[in-house]
């Protein structure tokens, strides 16, 4: 953040730092053969300007002025769960229509849809939009005709991070992922739970959270 | 960063230094009745701390341990013009079915829909599907008919901030926002030019960015 102008041995101390640390100032003096009392002024200006850290017992740690760095890891922190929505959800057996208007009354962007209360399949408004105007009799064929199938179903875990799932939506351009788990039913039956919904809405939410705070 | 126990002295140093700030030691001394000799070490664990900075001729300032604030910055640092993409166009008199094809040609969520050159109307995947299904001819109705049309459209401006137009977007529950510029022309006609587009996906694909730098 300061913008300071620093010094060949200043610029070494980094670069010591950066590769062994945390490290004392004796064991730094030791690798530039000078004295501690020569790098007192340099380790001064390194640990003030944010550079470098010092702890007590420990020794000197890099810091860097990295804000990208920081950013990246309060991103990364933020966890699916936290953060994801009430997902949507019709069966396989629901008409095109019907699920068209789900979408309307829910006021969603895309619907996961059910086979024994497993998740089987996605459908977004694109999907029902080509349905609309292919010429099919939309009242008559079940959604499960043209929704997308699993297993070509991008999904994640609540244990994800926010990042995560905004580079799975990019990535592969859908506009939302389901967010299940993987459980075995005491009727013996297998496969992924619904439990939320990751959309760009929930992303483009967090971001303007992380702007306002 | 480092999570350190101040004394009380630190903590009234901060807030000294948080409200009269930039402010020299000696300053800082005389306030508390101190010598400069007494605050030295506080000063250097301040600043070892990364809790305040130091220039020298300036005095000590409030950095804080604040990754929202500098995550904040960030967000509203990204300008508009920096993320946009090219906005698909239609006009006023394009069918809804022509409409729905460019939607699909085009693979994009929401299209803008112009008048004599100038921004007149939005509309997106949810209006047409809505259309589709509403019995209507989509092959002789113009989208001018179904479309969201101006004053009632959330319009950005190029030097808007990626936070200004993420929580206009939360806020009003679009998908997409045009941005434009107000004009005048040389036949003496005014209004809004379309210059480019900014969706959820572009702010999605932004948070990408930050989360991988």
Known sequence: MSNIQLSDRQLKIIDIVKEKGPITSEQIASMLSVTRATLR??????????????????????????????????????????????????????????????????????????????????????????????GMDINKIPVGIIMTRMPNIIIASQNDSASDVARKIIEHEVDSIPVVEYIKREDGKEGYRILGKISKTNITRFFVELAGE
Do not use: H, Q, W
């Not at 990295?66 to 008409?95: G, Q, R, Y």
């Not at 009354?105 to 086979?115: A, I, K, M, P, Y």
């Open 41 to 134: 002024p340099d380790l001064a200006i390194l640990t003030m300007s944010g550079i470098l850290d010092a702890r007590p017992k420990v020794g000197y740690f890099y810091v860097g002025i990295d804000e990208n760095n920081l950013i990246s890891k309060k991103l990364k922190s933020k966890k699916v769960e936290e953060m994801m929505s009430v997902p949507i959800v019709v069966s396989e057996e629901a008409t095109v229509y019907d699920t068209i208007v789900t979408i309307f009354l829910e006021d969603t962007g895309s619907v996961f849809v059910t086979n024994d209360g497993f998740l089987s399949g996605v459908v977004s408004r694109k999907d029902l939009l080509k349905s609309a105007i292919g």
